[in-house]
C-alpha cells in the first residue's frame, strides 16, 4: 500500500515537471523538483491510553522517510508561485509500558509564495502554505482490541526560505521551514542544510544537499486526543531545476 502510494507520488512530480520543461526552456517559468530522504527519529505523548487521560510517552524507532515535491515559478507581477510537497512520516514504536504503537502523520503541502530574489547568490520566498495531514494512531491494547484515532487536520502556516550562495564554489547554505501555524493543531517544519550545484547548463540545473530537520506536530482534538510528538535528523536531498 505504502509503495503505491511512492509510485503515485513519484509519477505524479515527474509528470508535472516534464509538462513544463518546454515552457520552462523559453525562460517564461521555472520548473524545480525535489526528492528528499531523511533519517528521522521520533519520540513524544499522547492521550491514546484508555482507560487513562495522562498523556503516554512513547519512543519511536528511527527510520527513512520520504518527501517528493514539485514548484512552479513565473514572471508574472503580483501572482504567486506554487509548490507542492508529499511526506511520509510513519513510526513503530513502543509505550512506557510497553505497548506496541503505530503513528501515520503522513501529509501533503501546498503553498503559495512570492520570490522577490531568486539567484544563484540569494534567494528569498516567502507565503503561505496549507498542510493537509490525513493520518491515524494506533496502540495494541494488553486485554481487547486496538486503540485507533484518525487525524484529519488541515493547518494553515507560514512559509519562509532563504538562501546565500557562496561565490566561484557552487555551495550554498540554506534555511526553510513552515511556521506558525494557524490552527488548534500546530505544526514546525523546519530544516537548514548545505548544497551543491552539480549540474549546469542551459537546460538544466542539478543541485544536492545535506543538512538537517526537525518537524514538531502538537495535535490538539479536545477529549479524542491530544498528542505532541517532535521528529528530527539529518536528511540528503536531489533537485533538478529546468
Known sequence: MMLHKYVRHAAFVSM?????????????FTIEAEAQYWHANGKGADSLNFP?????????????????????QHFIPLVPNIRFETQTLDFHGFTEGGLPQRIDLGHETYTLFYAPLDNELTRLHFGLSLKRVRGYIERNSESGPSLREAIDADIP??????????????LSVYGQGHFFAFDDNKVQDVEA?????????????????AGYRMVNFEIDEGERLQADYDFRGPFVS?????
Do not use: C, K
Open 16 to 28: 508535472s515537471s516534464l509538462a513544463f520543461v518546454s515552457v520552462a526552456q523559453a525562460d517564461i
Open 52 to 72: 487513562d487521560v495522562e498523556l503516554a510517552e512513547t519512543e519511536w524507532d528511527r527510520d527513512g522517510q520520504l518527501r517528493l515535491s514539485a514548484s512552479l
Open 157 to 170: 502556516m507560514a512559509y519562509l526560505r532563504a538562501e546565500t550562495g557562496l561565490p566561484f564554489t557552487g
Open 193 to 209: 542544510g548545505i548544497r551543491y550545484h552539480f549540474i549546469d547548463t542551459m537546460m538544466l540545473d542539478g543541485y544536492v544537499s
Open 238 to 242: 536531489v533537485n533538478l531545476r529546468f
